[in-house]
Every structure is written in C-alpha cells, then in structure tokens.
C-alpha cells in the first residue's frame, strides 16, 4: 500500500508543482507564500489526529504533494533576489543548510516518534507552521524587488 501511496503522491506532487504560480495568481505572493508552506504544516497535524488508515493514506499524498509545491515558488524567488554572479554559491549554501537541518530534525524525530507516532507528526506540524509564520515573505519584500504578484509562467 505506501508504494501505491507514494506513486499517487508523486502524480500530485507533479501536478502542484505544475500549477503552483495559480496560487500567487489567486492569493498574491504574501498570502500564496504562507498558504504553500503552512499547509504541510496542517496536514501533518491531522496526520496526528485522524488515525484510520484511509484518511492517513490520502493525507499522505495531499502532503506530498503541497510540500512540493513550494518548490517551484522558492525557485522563482531565489532567481530574482539573489544576483547571477554569486546564484550557485548562494544556492548551494541553502542547499548544505536545509540537508543539515533535515539531517538534525530528522533526528529529532526519530526520538520523538520512539515515544510517540502520533507526538512526531504534531512536532513536525508545529515546527512547520511556525516556519511559516516566522520566516514567511510578505508584501515589504515583494514590493521592493518587484515580483509580480505571480512570478512562474504557466
């Protein structure tokens, strides 16, 4: 059943991904931000709190696919704030910085999943939103590089 899970996962992840420059068209860049990188957040909280088998099944694949979803947003974002002459440096410097802190809170994780599935997935949900929230973009920082309110082409 997770192969099947996470082939359907997959199929979402590519259609969000597709499709993530209409959620800047329809929410604009500060709310189509927060709403990309909470809802992860959110599902991983019903992850914890919905148990049956079936419901974890599809909130496993709807959280795959919005997690891809910021992938194509932060792309954009990258490539218009930060200058082409140090993009590569820059790029793989975030790239080191989230495997070390995938690496850490995975970790973190583990433990806490030893003790509790149910407590892993509320950590991981809360530590998401709360990314979300502190470190969100907001329209200060669209309006001063520019960024169209939706910035991928279709």
Do not use: C
Not at 23 to 29: D, L, M, Q, R
Not at 62 to 83: R, V
Not at 108 to 120: C, D, E, H, P
């Amino acid at each position: 059943m997770a192969g099947i899970d996470i082939g359907t996962g997959g199929i979402a992840a590519a259609l969000f991904s597709k499709y993530a420059y209409k959620i800047e068209k329809i929410f604009g860049a500060e709310k189509g931000m927060l709403l990309a990188t909470s809802l992860p957040g959110l599902l991983y909280i019903a992850m914890a709190l919905f148990i049956h088998p079936v419901v974890a099944a599809i909130l496993f694949v709807f959280n795959f696919g919005f997690m891809s979803l910021q992938d194509p947003l932060f792309a954009d974002y990258y490539n218009i704030h930060i200058k082409s002459d140090v993009r590569a440096t820059v790029l793989s410097t975030i790239n080191m910085f989230s495997s070390i802190y995938i690496a850490l809170m995975g970790l973190a994780i583990g433990w806490i999943a030893g003790f509790s599935v149910l407590y892993a997935f509320l950590f991981m949900g809360v530590i998401v939103l709360l990314g979300s929230t502190i470190f969100r973009i907001n329209e200060r920082h669209v309006q001063e590089t520019n960024i169209p309110s939706y910035p991928l082409t279709s």
